[in-house]
C-alpha cells in the first residue's frame, strides 16, 4: 500500500512557475515508476510526466523543454519542475505510483494559470 500526498499548487500568471511534491509512504518507494497526471474540467486525464524507479523520462510533447519530473529516493518524493507555465497547464494534476499490475493515486492539486 502506497500513500501519495500532493502540493505545491496554486494560482500563478502565464510564463510563470510551479513546483508540484509529491510525498509517499507505506512501501517502498524506490520501486515504483512514478508519473504526473492532469485532468483539466470536461477532458480525459492525460499523462504529463513520469520517471521509472531506473530514472528513465518520459514526457507528454505540450510539456517539452518546460516541465521537468524528478525524484529524491531518499525522500520518497517525485517533483514536477513547471515553468513557462500557458493558460492550458491549468488543471488538476496527479500523482501516481505503479509496479506492475498494481498503481495508486494521490487526491490532486490544483494549477491555475490566469492573468
Known amino acids: 500500500q502506497v500513500q501519495l500526498v500532493e502540493s505545491g499548487g496554486g494560482l500563478v500568471q502565464p510564463g510563470g512557475s510551479l513546483r508540484l511534491s509529491c510525498a509517499a509512504s507505506?512501501?517502498?518507494?524506490?520501486?515504483?515508476?512514478m508519473g504526473w497526471y492532469r485532468q483539466a474540467p470536461g477532458k480525459q486525464r492525460e499523462l504529463v510526466a513520469t520517471?521509472?524507479?531506473?530514472?528513465?523520462?518520459n514526457y507528454v510533447d505540450s510539456v517539452k523543454g518546460r516541465f521537468t519530473i524528478s525524484r529524491d529516493n531518499a525522500k520518497n518524493t517525485v517533483y514536477l519542475q513547471m515553468n513557462s507555465l500557458k493558460p492550458e497547464d491549468t488543471a488538476v494534476y496527479y500523482c501516481n505510483a505503479a509496479w506492475g499490475v498494481v498503481d495508486y493515486w494521490g487526491q490532486g492539486t490544483q494549477v491555475t494559470v490566469s492573468s
Open positions: 507505506g512501501s517502498i518507494f524506490r520501486n515504483y515508476n
Open positions: 520517471i521509472s524507479r531506473g530514472g528513465f523520462l
